[in-house]
């Protein structure tokens, strides 16, 4: 993807016939941007926490950084996938079902959406749990091909997905700062501190 390619190190150069923004005239319309950039852009802007991995080890050797960074190694994690915690259990977490117990949410989501840098989750991440009845720090798991253009089509993708029972309890996560930085757009929803894993599977 061509963002990630940028930013990490891709060694082939960009497309020399490829126009630049600088040479464009003033009524041109402007270039859009890929879809990953977008999405990288919003999300950052949001307050969004954004980590790209190339592989899994990746994936549990930043899991550990953001752990130690915020001192959670005695604290406990809640995890309520099944699947992630097949593909997390080599990485000695402290898990617990009780929401009580838990420091931070450690989930996937159903797709990351660029047009406003959110993030679509469901029943299948949070069953019919309300976002502000979950833990403030979340860290979720996603992968590069669940970027999509906008909400219309992450909800077209969950329904041709889940022909037999489309989850419930949809909506979306779009504010990733501190209760005290918020402003009047964000008021009345679930401000949480977000670190995205980010999985290049493309």
């Known amino acids: 993807m061509s963002l990630f390619r940028k930013l990490f190190g891709s060694k082939s150069g960009r497309s020399e016939d ?10 041109m ?15 950052k802007a949001n307050g969004g926490k954004f980590l790209y991995c190339e592989d899994l080890n990746e994936i549990y050797r930043n899991l ?3 752990i130690t960074e915020n001192n959670w190694e005695e604290k406990k994690v809640l995890m309520v996938d099944e699947s992630l915690e097949n593909k997390f259990k ?6 617990t079902t009780k929401l009580s117990e838990s ?6 989501c159903e797709n990351l959406i660029a047009n406003d840098g959110s993030l679509l989750i469901s029943s299948k991440q949070i069953f ?5 009845e ?19 089509e992450g909800l077209r993708g969950i329904k041709s997905k889940n022909k037999q029972k489309i989850p419930t309890n949809i909506t979306t996560i ?29």
């Open 18 to 27: 490829e126009i630049k923004s600088d040479d464009r005239g003033k009524y």
């Open 29 to 43: 319309p402007e270039v859009k941007l890929p879809i990953d950039e977008r999405f990288t852009i919003n999300f």
């Open 64 to 66: 550990e950084n953001i």
């Open 90 to 95: 080599n990485s000695h977490l402290n898990l």
């Open 103 to 108: 420091t931070f949410f450690l989930t996937t």
């Open 128 to 132: 019919e749990k309300k976002l502000i």
């Open 134 to 152: 979950l833990p403030a720090n979340f860290v979720v798991f996603a992968t590069t091909s669940q970027i999509v253009e906008n909400i219309g």
């Open 174 to 202: 779009k504010h990733f700062k501190s209760n005290d930085d918020k402003d009047f757009m964000s008021y009345g929803s679930s401000a949480k501190d977000l670190y995205l894993l980010l999985l290049e599977d493309l």
